[in-house]
C-alpha cells in the first residue's frame, strides 16, 4: 500500500505569506493527486486535481506542483480565510496525508 | 445541482447493525464512482473503499476489508455503508464522495462531497 507523508503537520503563518505543503508518496502515483480543504464541522472541499489542475471557482493564490513522489500545494499570499486543514489524497492506492491544519497568525 | 445527500445521525450500542446512505442527484449516478471515507473525532481523513454503481464493483481498504460493506442500488441513485456489528471505535464522521469522471483529468480527485453521517456507538 502508497504511504503519503505530508508535512508540516501544523503551519503558523501570517496573511500575506507565501504558504508551502509537501506530500511524498512511498511510490511513485505519477500525477494522481488531489488536494482539498476542511473547515471545522464541513466537508472537505476540492482545490487541485491531477496535481496541478485548480479546481474551478478555488481562487488563483492556490496552486499545485509536483508529480512521481513529491508534490506541493502553495498559497501564494495568505488570507484570513485559508484557514482550516489540508490533505493530499493519491489515487493509486487512494490513500491520504495525515493532514496540515493552517493557522493564520 | 449535482448533490450527494447522505443520511441522518446514527446513535447505536455495541453489537448492532447500521446501514447509511449516499443519495446522489443532478448527474449520472451510474458513471461515477462513489467513495466513503471515515474521519474518527479530532483526526484526519481514512480512506475506506469505493463502488461503481453501473455493476457495484467495490474495492476497499485493507483497514477496512472485512470490516464493512460498500454497495449501491443504481435503481434509486443510492451508495450505502455498513456493518453487521459495531464497535465503540467505529464512532466517526463517515462521508461519501464522488470521484469524478473518467473521461477528465478529474479522475484524479473526489470532487464533490456529501455532508457527512455522524455515527456515535456506545459500549
Known amino acids: 500500500d502508497i504511504q503519503m507523508t505530508q508535512s508540516p503537520s501544523t503551519l503558523s503563518a501570517s496573511v500575506g505569506d507565501r504558504v508551502t505543503i509537501t506530500c511524498r508518496a512511498s511510490?511513485?502515483?505519477?500525477?494522481?493527486l488531489a488536494w482539498y480543504q476542511q473547515k471545522p464541522g464541513k466537508a472537505p472541499k476540492l482545490l487541485i486535481y491531477?496535481?496541478?489542475s485548480l479546481e474551478s471557482g478555488v481562487p488563483s493564490r492556490f496552486s499545485g506542483s509536483g508529480s512521481g513522489t513529491e508534490f506541493t500545494l502553495t498559497i501564494s499570499s495568505l488570507q484570513p480565510d485559508d484557514f482550516g486543514t489540508y490533505y493530499c489524497h493519491q489515487f493509486s492506492s487512494y490513500s491520504f496525508g495525515q493532514g496540515t491544519k493552517l493557522e493564520i497568525k | 445541482e449535482v448533490r450527494l445527500v447522505q443520511s441522518g445521525a446514527e446513535v447505536k450500542e455495541a453489537g448492532e447493525s447500521l446501514k447509511i446512505s449516499c443519495k446522489g442527484s443532478?448527474?449520472?449516478?451510474?458513471?461515477?464512482?462513489i467513495g466513503w471515507v471515515r474521519q474518527m473525532p479530532g483526526k484526519g481523513l481514512e480512506w475506506m473503499g469505493i463502488i461503481y454503481p453501473a455493476d457495484s464493483d467495490a474495492k476497499y481498504s485493507p483497514s477496512f476489508q472485512g470490516q464493512v460493506t460498500i454497495s449501491a442500488d443504481k435503481s434509486i441513485n443510492t451508495a450505502y455503508l455498513q456493518w453487521s456489528s459495531l464497535k465503540a471505535s467505529d464512532s466517526a464522521i463517515y462521508y461519501c464522495a464522488r470521484r469524478g469522471s473518467s473521461a477528465s483529468a478529474y479522475f484524479y480527485a473526489m470532487d464533490v462531497w456529501g455532508p457527512g453521517t455522524t455515527v456515535t456507538v456506545s459500549s
Open positions: 491531477q496535481a496541478s
Open positions: 443532478g448527474y449520472i449516478f451510474t458513471s461515477h464512482w
Open positions: 511510490q511513485s502515483i505519477s500525477s494522481w
